[in-house]
């Protein structure tokens, strides 16, 4: 993972570091906060309970949403029962980069925790 972002390039879309917090107050990005490994994830809260795949459902259907893009394009590839996600994003990762790129970015990023 690059330092700077959650996300990276890949062949056929970008895949996106999450920590995930479940049973939260409401559906929301959080921010970005910085690893223990030194690299970056965006930080999300769902209020969908850690069953089942519903908190990954609900964290799919908060970023298509948030980024304005099919839901069936949104698909959580690793970390399916853990806070900790890699997300893929399926599509030109040229296009998608600096799109999502920019929409964290205005989503007030923190510096971390």
């Known amino acids: 993972m690059a330092d700077s972002s959650p996300m990276d390039a890949v062949a056929d879309g970008l895949r996106v570091a999450l920590r995930v917090t479940p049973k939260a ?27 089942n795949g519903k908190a990954n ?6 970023l298509s949403k948030a980024w304005k893009l099919p839901k069936t394009s949104l698909t959580v590839v690793a970390g399916a029962t853990d806070r900790n996600k890699i997300l893929h994003v399926a599509g030109d990762p040229a296009a998608l980069l600096p799109r999502l790129s920019a929409l964290i970015d205005d989503m007030g990023t923190e510096g971390g925790e």
Do not use: D, H, Y
């Not at 559906?27 to 969908?48: M, P």
């Not at 459902?57 to 908060?62: D, G, N, P």
């Open 25 to 51: 107050s409401r559906n929301a990005v959080t921010g970005t906060a910085e690893t223990a490994g030194g690299g970056r994830v965006l930080k999300l809260s769902v209020t969908a309970v850690p069953e």
């Open 57 to 62: 459902e609900a964290v799919i259907k908060l």
